[in-house]
């Protein structure tokens, strides 16, 4: 019998990923997407238009516990798979109330939801490593203490503490993957990795002379985005449900990922980096390294790529990007 699978945030760059790997295992996938992006597939949709044939999307806001309601009942999926989230750091007072609301709530009418109407659905939440954040121990496992310093890391805590709720007050197969950084060629512009390539191949090509970056000695733990939702489903197949960091153990920083980045594109960083104080964040004493002994154990779960191939594959998207683009206009003007 075909397994059914509701994925939030499926237009996202794990959320599309894991599609992919939920239909190439025989999957029939489901996903929740705003009505805007129904209005805008070229841009909204874009890392899934490809597959857009081969999945049923369902238009629902996740802050509305009527709309997830009528989502679950139409679907009644096997595996829930809860990646949407508000996922920038912000420290603006307006930002703050809309992810918090916005995170806490969608995990609590999700899984209020599948009890009462797919009780036996396998519940996967997105966690991430900001939820550690002042962190005084390196590497960081499963029973570190949390210490969030943002909202959207508080946010993160508190669907980690209703995730855990509902599996030890109602049994529901609830699961949280810690998640360190994880990146890919779909990653999204407002992320630091990807201004960082597409700059650094924007300033290859004569379309960009500098770019602005923080703190470039700030570390972290990068690993590729489709390991990352491979240990997801991992999570919802094994016997017992549980919790897992899924990280590489392995830190670079900043300055090794521009370096490398630029580097890729025939070009030495220094001549083109400029530091700006205003992207700095608080400095870290200890950097946010995952240890992914428990799902590697468990689970078998392992990363596959370095932070080398990550960003060659990176780079090449970019530059295919760029070369589409210059094509398209190419066309356009000669039509004139």
């Known amino acids: 019998m075909t397994k059914k699978a509701l ?39 874009k890392n899934i238009v490809h597959l857009l044939d081969r999945i049923q999307l ?7 516990v009527f709309s997830v309601i009528k989502t679950v009942k139409d679907v009644v999926p096997e595996e829930c798979y809860h990646l949407a989230s508000s996922s920038f750091v912000s420290y603006s007072f307006e930002d703050e ?22 009780p036996e659905c396998r519940f996967y939440f997105a966690g991430t490593s ?55 060629p779909r990653r999204g512009y407002e992320f630091v990795t990807r201004k960082i390539v597409s700059s650094a191949v924007k300033i290859s090509l004569g379309l960009q002379k500098t770019v602005l970056l923080g703190n470039l000695d700030a570390c972290r ?12 489903w991992r999570m919802l197949q094994a016997p017992e449900p549980d919790d897992y960091v899924v ?22 960083y220094r001549c083109y980096v400029q530091v700006d104080p205003r992207f700095f964040r608080p400095t870290e004493a200890v950097p946010l390294c995952g240890a992914p002994k428990k799902i590697h154990d468990r689970l078998g779960w392992a990363p596959t790529k370095t932070l080398d191939e990550i ?9 295919t990007l760029h070369g589409r683009q210059e094509g398209s206009a190419g066309k356009i003007q000669g039509a004139g």
């Open 97 to 118: 109330i809309s992810i918090l609301n916005n995170n806490v709530n969608s995990t609590h009418y999700l899984l209020a939801a599948l009890k009462e109407f797919a």
């Open 58 to 64: 369902h238009v629902a806001s996740l802050d509305n």
């Open 221 to 232: 733990d990068w690993g590729y985005a489709p390991d990352y939702v491979e240990a997801m």
């Open 7 to 45: 994925i939030t945030g499926i237009a996202g760059q794990d959320g599309s990923y894991l599609a992919e790997l939920l239909l190439d295992k025989g999957y029939e996938v489901h996903g929740i997407v705003r009505r805007v992006a129904i209005e805008d597939t070229e841009h909204k949709l």
């Open 247 to 268: 990280a590489t153990g392995v830190t670079h920083t900043v300055r090794e990922f521009v370096s490398r980045a630029f580097a890729a594109v025939g070009l030495d």
């Open 130 to 184: 900001e939820m550690f954040g002042q962190v005084s121990v390196f590497p960081q496992d499963e029973a570190t203490p949390f210490t969030p310093r943002s909202i959207y890391g508080i946010s993160k805590l508190a669907g980690y503490h209703l995730v855990r709720n509902y599996r030890q007050q109602y049994g529901a197969f609830a699961c949280t993957g810690i998640l360190y950084n994880h990146e890919s």
């Open 311 to 319: 960003i060659a594959g990176m780079v090449s998207h970019e530059r």
